[in-house]
């Protein structure tokens, strides 16, 4: 069982910028998700445990770029132009067992999460 530690979330106005962190060891890939109050849990980001693929949400596209120190035991979700609709709680994911370079973008396919940061952004 991996142990996942986010920080970064915070309030923030509206098109601004914010950078969360996940410090996690292993060799997993690692997803990215939000949850704001009302709604099911979306999928933000993931990137491989190699760190040469990635995938975005439609929703932040553009917007937000995941990525990770292999060396720092990190993954990083760097945040710009935030939106109030962003506002929620982002919650960083593991996936034990991966290859190199598989992505997922499925909650279910994580089996290891953390206890989640809070994201609000300001109009």
């Known amino acids: 069982q991996v142990q996942l530690v986010e920080s970064g979330g915070g309030l923030v106005q509206a098109g601004g910028s914010l950078r969360l962190s996940c410090a996690a060891s292993?060799?997993?890939?690692m997803g990215w998700f939000r949850q704001a109050p009302g709604k099911e849990r979306e999928f933000v980001a993931a990137?491989?445990?190699?760190?040469?693929?990635?995938k975005s949400g439609d929703s932040v596209k553009g917007r937000f770029t995941i990525s990770r120190d292999n060396a720092k035991n990190t993954v990083y979700l760097q945040m710009t132009s935030l939106k109030p609709e962003d506002t929620a709680v982002y919650y960083c994911?593991?996936?034990?067992?991966?290859?190199?370079?598989?992505?997922?973008?499925?909650?279910?396919?994580?089996?290891?999460w953390g206890q989640g940061t809070q994201v609000t952004v300001s109009s």
């Open positions: 990137i491989s445990w190699s760190g040469s693929r990635t």
């Open positions: 292993g060799r997993y890939a």
């Open positions: 994911a593991a996936k034990y067992g991966s290859s190199l370079f598989d992505i997922y973008s499925g909650s279910h396919e994580y089996g290891n």
